[in-house]
Structures are given as C-alpha cells and as structure tokens.
C-alpha cells in the first residue's frame, strides 16, 4: 500500500494536532497542561506508544501481504507506486472536476477561429469552482440585501455598539476576578498565614527590608511597625503606596512595572501586620497618625442617671 506521507511524519503530526488541541481546550494558566496537570502528560505518552505500535502494525500486516501476492501483483503494485501524487489518477480526476479541462488532443473541438501570429484561441468553459462561488456570491448579496434594506435589520453602527458594550462587560467580569488587575479601590487585606507568609518572602527578597530591615523597624525607609504614616495607612493607602511610589524625588520608586499587583498587595497586607511588633532600635515615628475614617467611632457613653433628690415630708 502506497502511503502519501511517510510514517517519520504522520506520526509526529498527529501527534502534534493532538497534543495542541489539548493545550487549547484545557486551561492550564501559565503552565503547559502536561505539566500541571500529570494525567494528560501520561495520556499523551500512551497515545505516542498506540501511534507507534499502529505504524509496526500496518507496516508488518503490508510486508505480510506483499509477500503473499503473485509476481505478476508485485509488478503491478511497484508500477503503481513508482507513480507520483501529482500524476495520480485520483489527482487529475479531481483536477478534472474542477476545471473541466479539455485533453490536448480534444482541444480542436473548441477551438475557435481567431488566429493571432499561429496562436490559437480556445474556448474553456469556467471553472466549476468558479461557477459555484458566483452562483453563492449573488445568494448573499440577495439575503443581505433583503435583511438589511427591505427588513431594516441592525446597522453596522448597532453592531459596533453591541459588541463594545459586551467587550466592556466581559473586561469587567475579567477584572473582578483577575487578581494582576488589582487597584487601589479593589485591593483588600489580606489574613490568612499563606498570604502573609508569601508576603514576608517578598519583602525579604526584595528591596524593601533593605531600606525598612528585615524587622520593618526603619532605616533609609521609614518605620513601618508605628502607628504614623507618610502617605496613609490602610490596605488601600499602603497598596497605592507600592504600587506608584512615595514622595517624589525622596520616597520610594513605583514597583507596578516589576513586581505583580498580586504579590504587591502580599507585601502591603505583611507590613500592616507588623504593626505593634516594636522591634529593637526602631526609627523614630515619621508622618501622622493615620485612623481609618471608615471605622465607626465607638458609641458615647451615656451619661448616669442622677440620683433622684429625697423628698423629705414633715
């Protein structure tokens, strides 16, 4: 049997299709899925060994066969596949179907007269394919035109709004839930011991227990185990603090364009922890004091009842 793409290709292909697709319908994040996820990388290694052991299969059932034809079946079989793809019978008939082409020796049947310098001029049909995507063009047209002239259907105006308005829906479901679009309004604390132990790594880590140390007591930086703050304490003060900068000119850089909103919100969500730890040496208080204007003042105490003034009766 004669095979137009030879086993060293069309296994690798499909395989290739088939690990691809996967990659495409399975949501793996960042990772590729075979590695998040193990199940697929050992499904994808017994599909490469049913591949192979198919092609052995073929290939043996093939010599078996060959050897089991007449020398007058061998000849013709090596005839056969001595024959190109581009000279198959199965090619020029397609060809032929398509183009509906005269053979040279059928060509003085449409042959026309005119004679330009000994050149003749033929008279081929079009192409079928051609004839087809016509006949198909004029269908659309009339469609379109009935649904959208003679029914007033939506205009490409409409359209155009349409689609925006559910792009701009699709962002802000996307953003609700994506936590590298973090901001300041949406940004919350964080509590939980994963978060703030991931937090400290990436304070430590980064260069902010350089100028904070490692305690948060100060140095370069301000102290962050205080209850004083430069630009705002908070989740959202500390966040916005981290993510655009500190003062200009003498305050911290802007960590948005290195550092993850997500991450930055554990760094933020680690300092506010810090605060009360007092460490040893600490740097004197710098700002003001910050109290959340959101947190309810606590409740007056209510003044006691006087004691009611005896009524002495004579």
Not at 31 to 39: L, R
Not at 131 to 140: E, G
Not at 275 to 287: L, V, Y
Request: net charge negative.
């Amino acid at each position: 049997m004669k095979k137009i793409v030879p086993s060293y290709v069309r296994v690798p292909l499909i395989f290739a299709i088939v690990m691809g697709a996967m990659e495409y319908f399975i949501d793996s994040g960042s990772q590729p899925a075979f590695i998040k996820f193990p199940m697929v990388g050992l499904f994808l290694l017994v599909f490469l060994f049913l591949l192979v052991a198919i092609e052995i299969v073929i290939s043996a059932v093939d010599n078996v066969t060959y050897h089991m034809l007449t020398d007058e079946r061998k000849k013709q079989l090596e005839v056969a596949q001595s024959v190109s793809f581009t000279e198959s019978k199965f090619l020029k008939n397609l060809s032929q179907k398509l183009t509906r082409t005269k053979e040279m020796e059928e060509e003085y049947d449409i042959m026309l007269e005119h004679d330009y310098d000994g050149i003749k001029e033929l008279d081929n049909v079009l192409p079928p394919w051609w004839v087809y995507m016509f006949y198909m063009s004029i269908i659309f047209a009339f469609v379109y035109i009935i649904r959208f002239h003679v029914l007033n259907d939506y205009t490409q105006q409409e359209e155009f709004e349409t689609e925006m308005e559910n792009a701009r829906i699709e962002i802000e479901k996307y953003k609700l839930t994506a936590p590298d679009l973090l901001d300041k309004e949406k940004v919350t604390l964080l509590t939980d011991a994963a978060s703030l132990a991931e937090g400290k790594k990436l304070y430590e880590t980064s260069t902010c227990a350089a100028c904070h140390k490692p305690d948060g007591g100060g140095s370069i930086g301000p102290n962050l185990t205080d209850d004083h703050w430069i630009l705002g304490g908070g989740i959202k003060n500390v966040f916005n603090t981290l993510m655009e900068g500190g003062r200009e000119g003498k305050g911290m850089v802007a960590w948005k364009a290195t550092i993850k909103p997500a991450d930055l919100q554990k760094i933020a969500s680690y300092v506010i922890s810090l605060q009360g730890s007092n460490p040893p040496d600490a740097k004197p208080a710098e700002g003001d004091v910050w109290v959340d204007e959101n947190t309810p003042a606590p409740a007056a105490p209510a003044e006691a009842e006087k004691p009611a003034e005896e009524v002495v009766v004579q």
